[in-house]
């Protein structure tokens, strides 16, 4: 059974630091793209960040762009999103994800319907 567990979310203040965790059982991540998208109260879920499956392709939306970084520990089975200088727009539910696009993911990455597997999601809060 494929499981996805977020962690490492929290209330922080504006201008802080957080790292999320994303630990896979059931599969391997390093066969796999992986994504992490958000969802703020009242808002469709949106992408954030996305690794390629060998991590030498990276990906950001234009709002994190800069201030959040995407990495994974293949050795470790775990994918990080290392997010900097928070603004309390940032305040929403992350959720990792798995793609299995293999090379169309350069075209795929923004797109909900190709992450099969999520996890439950973690709460980030920033204030202001």
């Known amino acids: 059974q494929v499981q996805l567990v977020e962690s490492g979310g929290g209330l922080v203040q504006a201008g802080d630091s957080l790292r999320l965790s994303c630990a896979a059982s059931?599969?391997?991540?390093?066969?796999?793209?992986m994504g992490w998208f958000r969802q703020a109260p009242g808002k469709e879920r949106e992408f954030v960040a996305a690794?390629?499956?060998?991590?030498?392709?990276?990906y950001y939306s234009d709002s994190v762009k800069g201030r959040f970084t995407i990495s994974r520990d293949n050795a470790k089975n775990t994918v990080y999103l290392q997010m900097n200088s928070l603004e309390p727009v940032d305040t929403a539910v992350y959720y990792c994800?798995?793609?299995?696009?293999?090379?169309?993911?350069?075209?795929?990455?923004?797109?909900?319907?190709?992450?099969?597997?999520w996890g439950q999601g973690t709460q980030v809060t920033v204030s202001s």
């Open positions: 059931g599969l391997t991540v390093s066969g796999y793209n």
């Open positions: 690794i390629s499956w060998s991590g030498a392709a990276t």
């Open positions: 994800a798995t793609n299995g696009d293999g090379l169309n993911f350069q075209s795929t990455y923004e797109r909900r319907s190709r992450y099969p597997n």
